[in-house]
C-alpha cells in the first residue's frame, strides 16, 4: 500500500491509503476523535474511532505517525477530503514539552522567543511559507538569468581585501596569511565577465557592521550578476526590471496560497520609475517638509517616504534612484562623465526599503588605478583585480539584491531575521 502525500488525497478517494508525518493537532468533537497530520504539502484529517481511538492516547503532538485508512468525502476537512483511520502507528514519540504553540494560526510568540526556539519554529506552516517563498525567489533568479545568456558562478568566501575597501570585514584564521570572509563577490564577477560576459552567483556575504535593526544582518544571502558590453547603466536595470517582472509572474503561479497565509500581495510591475537622487529629494523637501537636498544618500525615513510618494501615485511599488554622490559609492562605480562628483549608480527601493545597489563600472585601467589612489587605497592591495583592466574588459554593469530583505518586504514581515533560516546578528551565533 502506497503512502500518499496530504494534497493529493481528493485523488484517492474511496481507495485505502497511507499518509505520514507529524501529530499537528488532536481534538474532541460529538464523541468522534480527529487526527490532524502534517507533511509538507499541508495538512489532512483522519476520523478515529472505536479501537483506533485508544492508540492515539499515546500521541503527542508533533509525534512522527504513520495513519492507513480510507479516503472520503468530508466537506468540513481541509481540501474536502478525510482518512477514516483504520490504524495509526506511532513512528516516533515527542519526549519533552513542545516549547511554542505551532499548531495555532499564528506562533503566540516574540520573535526573540521564535529564534531561540528556530528548530521548532520552522515546523509551523505560516514559517515554512516564508522559505518556500523564498526557494521560489532564488529558483526564478537562477532560471532567469539561465534563459539571458548568464553563466553560473560559485566564488571565494575566504578572501585577502574587501570589496568595499575594508571596512567591516569579519578576519579568520587562515594558517600563516591574513585573510576575511567574504564582503561581496564583486571584484569576481567583474573578472568573469571577461570569462563569460554575462555571469550570476547565489551566495553568502558577510558584514562586520554592528548595526542591531530590522533591516540588517551580519550574514546574507546575495543575488549578483554582472554583465558586458553594456551601453550605460539603464541596461543594467532594464534586465532588473525584467527579471522582476518574471518574478512576480512565477510568485503568483507557484507561490499564492503562500502569499494568502501572510496576508500579503504580489506585486504588479508596469514600468520602474526612474528618478536622480536630487529629484527624490525635491520631491521629499516638497511633500514632506523635510530637509534633505545636498545629503549624499536616502536615511530610512526618506526611503519610505518615497516609496509612499510613489505608491500614491499609482507608480507601483518599486522606484530606482540613481546618480548618487562619487564619494558615497564604491571605487569600482563608474564616475559620470558628464555630471561632475556623481555616479552612474543606482539603488532599488521596494515597499519603503533599498533591497538592491547597482551601476557601471570602471572597465579602464588607468581610470582605475586613479580612482584607487584619490579614494586613498593602495592600488597593488588589488592587484589581481586590476589585472583584468590592462588585458581588454568591455563596458560593464551589474547589482545584487539581498534575498532575505526581498523575501521579507514581499511578505510584509516586520523583520529580517523572520526571512533568515538562522539569522546571524550582531548578539546571535545559535542555532
Same mark, same amino acid.
Given at each position: 500500500?502506497?503512502?500518499?502525500?496530504?494534497?493529493?488525497?481528493?485523488?484517492?478517494?474511496?481507495?485505502?491509503?497511507?499518509?505520514?508525518?507529524?501529530?499537528?493537532?488532536?481534538?474532541?468533537?460529538?464523541?468522534?476523535?480527529?487526527?490532524?497530520?502534517?507533511?509538507?504539502?499541508?495538512?489532512?484529517?483522519?476520523?478515529?474511532?472505536?479501537?483506533?481511538?485508544?492508540?492515539?492516547?499515546?500521541?503527542?503532538?508533533?509525534?512522527?505517525?504513520?495513519?492507513?485508512?480510507?479516503?472520503?468525502?468530508?466537506?468540513?476537512?481541509?481540501?474536502?477530503?478525510?482518512?477514516?483511520?483504520? @490504524?495509526?502507528?506511532?513512528?516516533?514519540?515527542?519526549?519533552?514539552?513542545?516549547?511554542?504553540?505551532?499548531?495555532?494560526?499564528?506562533?503566540?510568540?516574540?520573535?526573540?522567543?521564535?529564534?531561540?526556539?528556530?528548530?521548532?519554529?520552522?515546523?509551523?506552516?505560516?514559517?515554512?511559507?516564508?522559505?518556500?517563498?523564498?526557494?521560489?525567489?532564488?529558483?526564478?533568479?537562477?532560471?532567469?538569468?539561465?534563459?539571458?545568456?548568464?553563466?553560473?558562478?560559485?566564488?571565494?568566501?575566504?578572501?585577502?581585501?574587501?570589496?568595499?575597501?575594508?571596512?567591516?570585514?569579519?578576519?579568520?584564521?587562515?594558517?600563516?596569511?591574513?585573510?576575511?570572509?567574504?564582503?561581496?563577490?564583486?571584484?569576481?564577477?567583474?573578472?568573469?565577465?571577461?570569462?563569460?560576459?554575462?555571469?550570476?552567483?547565489?551566495?553568502?556575504?558577510?558584514?562586520?557592521?554592528?548595526?542591531?535593526?530590522?533591516?540588517?544582518?551580519?550574514?546574507?544571502?546575495?543575488?549578483?550578476?554582472?554583465?558586458?558590453?553594456?551601453?550605460?547603466?539603464?541596461?543594467?536595470?532594464?534586465?532588473?526590471?525584467?527579471?522582476?517582472?518574471?518574478?512576480?509572474?512565477?510568485?503568483?503561479?507557484?507561490?499564492?496560497?503562500?502569499?494568502?497565509?501572510?496576508?500579503?500581495?504580489?506585486?504588479?510591475?508596469?514600468?520602474?520609475?526612474?528618478?536622480?537622487?536630487?529629484?527624490?529629494?525635491?520631491?521629499?523637501?516638497?511633500?514632506?517638509?523635510?530637509?534633505?537636498?545636498?545629503?549624499?544618500?536616502? @536615511?530610512?525615513?526618506?526611503?519610505?517616504?518615497?516609496?509612499?510618494?510613489?505608491?500614491?501615485?499609482?507608480?507601483?511599488?518599486?522606484?530606482?534612484?540613481?546618480?548618487?554622490?562619487?564619494?558615497?559609492?564604491?571605487?569600482?562605480?563608474?564616475?559620470?562623465?558628464?555630471?561632475?562628483?556623481?555616479?552612474?549608480?543606482?539603488?532599488?527601493?521596494?515597499?519603503?526599503?533599498?533591497?538592491?545597489?547597482?551601476?557601471?563600472?570602471?572597465?579602464?585601467?588607468?581610470?582605475?588605478?586613479?580612482?584607487?589612489?584619490?579614494?586613498?587605497?593602495?592600488?597593488?592591495?588589488?592587484?589581481?583585480?586590476?589585472?583584468?583592466?590592462?588585458?581588454?574588459?568591455?563596458?560593464?554593469?551589474?547589482?545584487?539584491?539581498?534575498?532575505?530583505?526581498?523575501?521579507?518586504?514581499?511578505?510584509?514581515?516586520?523583520?529580517?531575521?523572520?526571512?533568515?533560516?538562522?539569522?546571524?546578528?550582531?548578539?546571535?551565533?545559535?542555532?
Amino acid at each position: 500500500m502506497p503512502f500518499i502525500l496530504t494534497n493529493d488525497l481528493n485523488k484517492h478517494i474511496g481507495s485505502e491509503i497511507r499518509v505520514r508525518g507529524w501529530a499537528h493537532k488532536i481534538r474532541k468533537l460529538g464523541g468522534m476523535n480527529f487526527l490532524m497530520i502534517r507533511d509538507r504539502t499541508g495538512v489532512a484529517q483522519a476520523a478515529i474511532e472505536g479501537e483506533v481511538a485508544e492508540k492515539i492516547k499515546g500521541i503527542g503532538v508533533e509525534s512522527v505517525i504513520s495513519v492507513r485508512g480510507k479516503v472520503v468525502k468530508e466537506d468540513r476537512a481541509p481540501g474536502g477530503v478525510e482518512i477514516k483511520a483504520a @490504524d495509526i502507528e506511532i513512528i516516533s514519540k515527542v519526549s519533552d514539552e513542545i516549547p511554542l504553540e505551532i499548531n495555532k494560526k499564528d506562533l503566540p510568540a516574540n520573535i526573540e522567543t521564535v529564534l531561540e526556539y528556530r528548530p521548532i519554529a520552522l515546523r509551523h506552516p505560516k514559517e515554512q511559507a516564508i522559505f518556500k517563498v523564498q526557494a521560489e525567489i532564488a529558483k526564478s533568479f537562477s532560471d532567469f538569468f539561465k534563459s539571458e545568456g548568464f553563466t553560473q558562478i560559485f566564488t571565494p568566501k575566504l578572501v585577502s581585501a574587501g570589496a568595499e575597501g575594508g571596512a567591516g570585514l569579519f578576519r579568520v584564521d587562515y594558517f600563516e596569511q591574513k585573510a576575511f570572509l567574504g564582503q561581496s563577490p564583486q571584484l569576481y564577477k567583474q573578472i568573469m565577465v571577461g570569462v563569460f560576459e554575462r555571469v550570476f552567483e547565489i551566495g553568502h556575504v558577510y558584514r562586520a557592521e554592528e548595526h542591531n535593526t530590522s533591516r540588517h544582518l551580519n550574514e546574507v544571502v546575495q543575488m549578483d550578476i554582472e554583465m558586458g558590453f553594456i551601453k550605460s547603466q539603464n541596461e543594467v536595470m532594464n534586465m532588473q526590471e525584467d527579471f522582476l517582472k518574471n518574478l512576480s509572474q512565477n510568485l503568483r503561479q507557484n507561490c499564492s496560497k503562500e502569499f494568502e497565509l501572510h496576508g500579503a500581495s504580489i506585486p504588479e510591475i508596469i514600468k520602474i520609475p526612474r528618478l536622480t537622487l536630487e529629484e527624490v529629494q525635491e520631491i521629499i523637501e516638497r511633500e514632506y517638509k523635510k530637509e534633505c537636498h545636498g545629503l549624499p544618500d536616502l @536615511d530610512p525615513e526618506h526611503e519610505k517616504m518615497i516609496c509612499e510618494y510613489m505608491q500614491k501615485q499609482g507608480k507601483g511599488d518599486y522606484v530606482f534612484v540613481t546618480h548618487f554622490p562619487s564619494k558615497k559609492k564604491p571605487f569600482y562605480i563608474m564616475d559620470d562623465p558628464t555630471n561632475a562628483g556623481k555616479s552612474l549608480s543606482f539603488d532599488l527601493l521596494f515597499r519603503g526599503i533599498e533591497i538592491s545597489s547597482g551601476g557601471q563600472r570602471n572597465h579602464n585601467y588607468e581610470v582605475q588605478v586613479e580612482k584607487f589612489k584619490r579614494m586613498g587605497y593602495d592600488p597593488e592591495s588589488f592587484k589581481d583585480y586590476i589585472s583584468i583592466f590592462k588585458y581588454g574588459m568591455p563596458p560593464h554593469g551589474g547589482w545584487s539584491i539581498g534575498l532575505e530583505r526581498i523575501t521579507m518586504k514581499m511578505l510584509g514581515l516586520t523583520n529580517v531575521r523572520e526571512a533568515s533560516l538562522f539569522p546571524r546578528d550582531r548578539h546571535r551565533l545559535t542555532p
